[in-house]
């Protein structure tokens, strides 16, 4: 019957093994896949912050001209290529009027050219303030969304981690389980095979 009891073993320490391998290439497998998870999630951040990087830099180039602007300093807008090309042409076509009329350095003509330079001065300033809010609002959008980038994949790397070390508790907890099935398994066939010999014992 010795034989019997070593086949009880043998077969318990096969199941032991085979549990301890399952479950070793289940924590491998969990590991793995949340590590891929991840990189995978940091990736798509990544992707998108290049993206958005250049809505980004323009709104960071145009927000010194803007603060600027608002405290005063209109030298940005007066000296841009569109505010001067559209003064000069309305400065020219006042030359060319008054010069027709035989009175281009006239008060009449110099009155016209400061009313004109004052309107227009008035009509762009408006228009300057908006295209830079506009530039630094595109900006802040990109901006805003990739922090918002950021902090979903960092809830979702977080999830995925979270999730993981779940899964490897619980495969471990299943290990002890099984571990423990095995031992109350073979002790029973153990104790059954001793009840079995005494009574063939008591028999013969």
Same mark, same amino acid.
């Given at each position: 019957m010795s @034989? +019997? *009891?070593? #086949?009880i #073993?043998?077969? *318990? +320490?096969?199941s032991y093994v085979g549990s301890k391998k399952a479950s070793k290439a289940a924590a491998t497998a969990t590991k $793995?896949? #949340?590590a891929l998870a991840t990189q995978e999630a940091s990736r798509q951040f990544d992707v998108m912050q290049e993206t958005l990087a250049p809505y980004? $830099? +323009?709104?960071e180039d145009f927000l010194p001209q803007l603060r600027?602007?608002?405290? @005063? =300093?209109y030298r940005g807008y007066l000296e841009s290529p569109d505010y001067k090309f559209t003064l000069e042409e309305g400065e020219k076509a006042i030359g060319r009027k008054a010069s027709a009329a035989g009175s281009r350095? @006239?008060?009449r003509a110099l009155k016209e050219a400061v009313g004109y330079a004052e309107g227009l001065a008035s009509t762009f300033t408006d228009k300057y303030f908006k295209r830079l809010f506009n530039t630094i609002g595109l900006g802040s959008s990109a901006a805003a969304g990739t922090a918002q980038g950021a902090l979903q994949t960092g809830q979702? =790397? #977080? @999830?995925?981690i979270t999730q993981a070390g779940q899964n490897l508790a619980s495969i471990n907890l299943q290990q002890g389980q099984n571990v423990s099935n095995i031992a109350q398994s073979t002790a029973g066939n153990l104790v059954t095979l001793k009840m079995y010999n005494d009574m063939l014992d008591k028999i013969g």
């Amino acid at each position: 019957m010795s @034989g +019997i *009891a070593t #086949a009880i #073993a043998g077969s *318990a +320490i096969v199941s032991y093994v085979g549990s301890k391998k399952a479950s070793k290439a289940a924590a491998t497998a969990t590991k $793995d896949s #949340a590590a891929l998870a991840t990189q995978e999630a940091s990736r798509q951040f990544d992707v998108m912050q290049e993206t958005l990087a250049p809505y980004r $830099d +323009i709104g960071e180039d145009f927000l010194p001209q803007l603060r600027s602007f608002m405290r @005063g =300093n209109y030298r940005g807008y007066l000296e841009s290529p569109d505010y001067k090309f559209t003064l000069e042409e309305g400065e020219k076509a006042i030359g060319r009027k008054a010069s027709a009329a035989g009175s281009r350095y @006239g008060g009449r003509a110099l009155k016209e050219a400061v009313g004109y330079a004052e309107g227009l001065a008035s009509t762009f300033t408006d228009k300057y303030f908006k295209r830079l809010f506009n530039t630094i609002g595109l900006g802040s959008s990109a901006a805003a969304g990739t922090a918002q980038g950021a902090l979903q994949t960092g809830q979702t =790397n #977080a @999830g995925v981690i979270t999730q993981a070390g779940q899964n490897l508790a619980s495969i471990n907890l299943q290990q002890g389980q099984n571990v423990s099935n095995i031992a109350q398994s073979t002790a029973g066939n153990l104790v059954t095979l001793k009840m079995y010999n005494d009574m063939l014992d008591k028999i013969g």
